[in-house]
């Protein structure tokens, strides 16, 4: 079946630790999104990557770095100076400019 | 740039009555407009879009919106609302819309709670 997977689908990160995301697609999509979902803020975009080896910055960039080395995998990291981390995670996928394939989602709480 | 504005964070119907989910969009170029459906803890799962065909969409569930450029809406409805559609739904803009430039991201709206009632 194909899909986008993302693990874990808990985290815990103890202060001053980075924690990273996983996401793995097999849709064959060029484009692939992290976003970041608050309670009543709807997703907001961390980074994006339109192609393997190319990625850019979104609205809330700071305090996160990203990679895209393979097509298929687009990982989040979530370093220590993004001081308010708790939130739920979720990547998605995109073949041009239409629907976006979204993953079931991480839940990161900051112990 | 583009915006969406979701109309009341939380809707309650009965259950069988009309569902209407209110979506307003700003873009500078024509939309491409989306309506996404999540349950807790999950991920988004696309209910219906408008790419510039037929303004008015059919979805999955029984759900169809209506593209209104005049009015810049996209509003979500629903006939006859189940008990298995209260979840959270999110409109969303697709930046670059149907001139496919830009960061090809998606705008979305801050999601209205439905809650259908026995």
């Known amino acids: 079946d194909g899909g986008i997977t993302q693990s874990p689908k808990y985290l815990f990160r103890k202060e001053g630790q980075n924690v990273t995301l996983s996401c793995e697609q097999n849709?064959?999509?060029?484009?692939m999104y992290w976003y970041r979902q608050d309670p009543g803020q709807g997703l907001r975009l961390i980074y994006y990557?339109?192609?393997?080896?190319?990625?850019q910055k979104g609205d809330i960039a700071e305090g996160y770095s990203v990679s895209r080395e393979k097509k298929e995998s687009f990982p989040l990291t979530v370093t220590s100076a993004q001081k308010n981390p708790t939130a739920f995670y979720l990547c998605?996928?995109?073949?041009?400019?239409?629907?976006?394939?979204f993953g079931p989602g991480t839940r990161l709480t900051v112990l | 740039a583009q915006s969406v504005t979701q109309l009341g964070s939380h809707v309650s119907v009965s259950e069988g009555a009309l569902v209407l989910l209110r979506c307003n969009y700003s873009?500078?170029?024509?939309?491409?407009l989306f309506w996404y459906v999540q349950y807790p803890n999950q991920g988004l799962q696309l209910l219906l879009k408008?790419?510039?065909?037929?303004?008015l969409v059919k979805g999955i569930n029984g759900f169809e919106a209506e593209f209104k450029k005049s009015e810049t809406s996209f509003h979500l409805t629903k006939p006859s609302a189940h008990m298995s559609d209260a979840a959270e739904y999110f409109c969303?803009?697709?930046?670059?819309?149907?001139?496919?430039?830009?960061?090809?991201?998606?705008?979305f709206g801050s999601g209205t709670r439905l809650q259908v009632q026995p």
């Open positions: 998605a996928s995109s073949m041009g400019p239409g629907e976006q394939f």
């Open positions: 849709l064959n999509h060029d484009a």
């Open positions: 990557s339109q192609i393997v080896n190319d990625f």
């Open positions: 873009s500078s170029v024509p939309p491409y």
């Open positions: 408008y790419t510039s065909a037929a303004t």
């Open positions: 969303a803009v697709s930046e670059g819309g149907a001139q496919d430039t830009g960061r090809r991201a998606l705008t």
